[in-house]
């Protein structure tokens, strides 16, 4: 299990902001844990003192730490963190006398959004804590089950790889079913059946989804396939629950052309986004493709996906097929309007160095040097104002204008020379409000750098210097913040679409502009 980050912290000297316990919880959430697979298990010093700042808190300012709490799930990253959170919230205000506040029942229910998370934050508790479960835990996961369980829930999250067993949770926290909802009886009663006698479990027929998932498995595999192929049939398996993947689970490898054409109407956006090269393999027709297309490109489709330009890019790399380019062009363009926006003026400084076109990940074909160049192009799009530089040896001014295209910006990026980013700092830097750099070399790593911005006393500097965000992507998933009382310079290894996230956030978070509130 991947655990909390323990970086290595700079401790650089010079004038900085003072942190009180909420601005150092919400500092290290946002720097150490806006990151996929941050957070699966307690251990480190990073996550003892996310747990302790929490848990102070919980007892001293309930109202604000429930906000963050629930803000933090609604962050894709962060849900394990978001239940850690939550989890510790309750054992704060269980052990002892605490201020009024959110009761610790509804604040787990605001972190359990998805039928697995139950779970989840039960063996989260039980690893830390032991098998005592208070009321308020215990409440607000009964709450959950019957707000979240369905039958498809139960054939998505319900297996034998799973921690606890939908019907392991049942008997631990006595869920009564929702009256509103007369199958849920059912569903549970099977669960819990299916768990301790799954030879003679037999799904419930007033459960549709279940009942047409057991008809479909008990016919032969060869059998599946026609099945499938009827007219309408995946509309209706769609509409009982059966989605596309547990229709290809079922399949078991008896997927062609044919199935995938059926399935591509069911299919979410993003998940037509990541099948591209499946179904450049399996021979798709012009008509499907052309189908495919306009729903990836759709503006509106776009937005509800939530993917950030870098996921768009990655895909466009990685498949060749000229079907696709022009509407994941499209795409990546409209994810500009999912981008934060950065008030007053930016620089932004993007490596083109030799080594930046080595790859940025292994088995990928996107080269650290477009990742670094469109995240740029992104930042600096969005932004009120902002100065595009690519650096090497020297630096220069990329143009860009409201409204081109990213790929577009993108061929004016050219290869130059070594790595010479606090040069280039100095020389470009003109009292802007903030700098982002993103180099595959930790900025300042030669003798005699200089990383720290000149003085500048505009907005949001506040006579300080202007704050640093470099992105080092040569790194191993690391961060160094600034100590208090430091300059303000902020070093990230690894570059990802959670990137975007980070600055705003940061920035709100100095103000005391809490983003729930």
């Known amino acids: 299990m991947a655990r909390f ?56 300012d309930p109202e604000w730490t429930a906000g963050l709490i629930g803000w933090l799930r609604s962050q894709r990253p962060m ?13 704060a205000r269980t052990e002892g006398p605490a201020a009024d506040g959110p009761p610790g029942r509804s604040v787990v229910g605001s972190v359990l959004r998805r039928a697995d998370e139950p779970g989840e934050l039960l063996a989260y508790w039980m690893a830390r804590h032991g098998r005592a479960l208070p009321k308020p835990l215990k409440r607000g ?16 999250y319900d297996d034998a790889t799973s921690g606890f067993r939908f019907g392991d949770i049942l008997s631990l926290v006595h869920a009564v079913p929702d009256p509103a909802k007369p199958w849920q009886r059912e569903l549970f009663r099977y669960a819990v059946e299916r768990r301790h006698r799954p030879d003679t479990a037999r799904p419930p027929a007033a459960v549709k989804d279940l009942a047409a998932h057991h008809a479909l498995l008990a016919l032969p595999v060869a059998a599946r396939r026609a099945a ?18 547990e229709i290809v689970r079922l399949l078991q490898g008896a997927v062609d052309a044919a199935v995938w054409e059926a399935l591509v109407p069911v299919m979410e956006p993003m998940a037509l986004v990541d099948q591209l090269c499946t179904f450049d393999r399996g021979g798709l027709g012009e008509a499907a ?11 509106a489709r776009v937005a509800r996906a939530g993917a950030l330009p870098l996921h768009y890019l990655g895909v466009y790399q990685q498949t060749p097929s000229l079907h696709w380019s022009h509407a994941l062009e499209q795409a990546l363009g409209h994810a500009l309007a999912l981008v934060p926006r950065l008030p007053g003026r930016t620089l932004v ?38 100065d595009l530089v690519q650096f090497g040896s020297s630096s220069a001014v990329v143009r860009f204008r409201p409204g081109e295209p990213v790929l577009v910006v993108l061929e004016r990026f050219v290869s130059m ?23 595959d070399e930790p900025l300042g790593h030669r003798p005699g750098d200089s990383w720290q911005a000149a003085p500048a006393p505009g907005p949001g500097a506040a006579g300080t210097g202007a704050p640093v965000y470099s992105w080092h992507l040569a790194g191993r998933r690391s961060v160094r913040v600034p100590e208090p009382g430091a300059p303000r310079h902020y070093a990230f290894d690894g570059l990802s679409d959670d990137a975007f996230l980070m600055v705003p956030l940061l920035e709100r978070g100095e103000r005391g502009d809490w983003p729930w509130q």
């Open 289 to 299: 493709a052309r189908g495919i297309a306009e729903r990836i490109a759709d503006p």
């Open 349 to 386: 400084l993007v490596d083109r160095s030799a080594s930046m076109w080595s790859m940025l990940m292994d088995g990928s074909r996107l080269t650290k040097a477009d990742a670094a160049a469109v995240f740029g192009i992104a930042v600096a799009m969005r932004a009120e104002r902002a």
């Open 141 to 156: 996961l009964a709450d959950a089950v019957t707000r979240l369980w369905n039958g498809r829930a139960l054939l998505e």
């Open 228 to 245: 499938v192929l009827e007219p309408g049939a995946v509309t209706r398996l769609a509409a009982l629950g059966l989605g596309a993947e």
């Open 5 to 60: 980050f323990t970086p290595d912290v700079r401790r650089p000297t010079g004038p900085g902001p003072e942190r009180d316990a909420r601005s150092e919880l919400f500092q290290l959430v946002v720097t150490h844990f806006l990151v996929p697979g941050a957070l699966r298990a307690p251990g480190g010093e990073r996550s003892e003192r996310f747990v302790a700042l929490v848990r102070k808190l919980a007892v001293d």
């Open 79 to 91: 849900r394990t963190v978001s239940h850690v959170a939550a989890a510790e919230y309750v054992k």
């Open 417 to 439: 020379g070594g790595t010479h980013a606090a040069e280039a700092l100095r020389e470009r830097y003109r009292g802007h409000d903030r700098v982002i750099v993103v180099t």
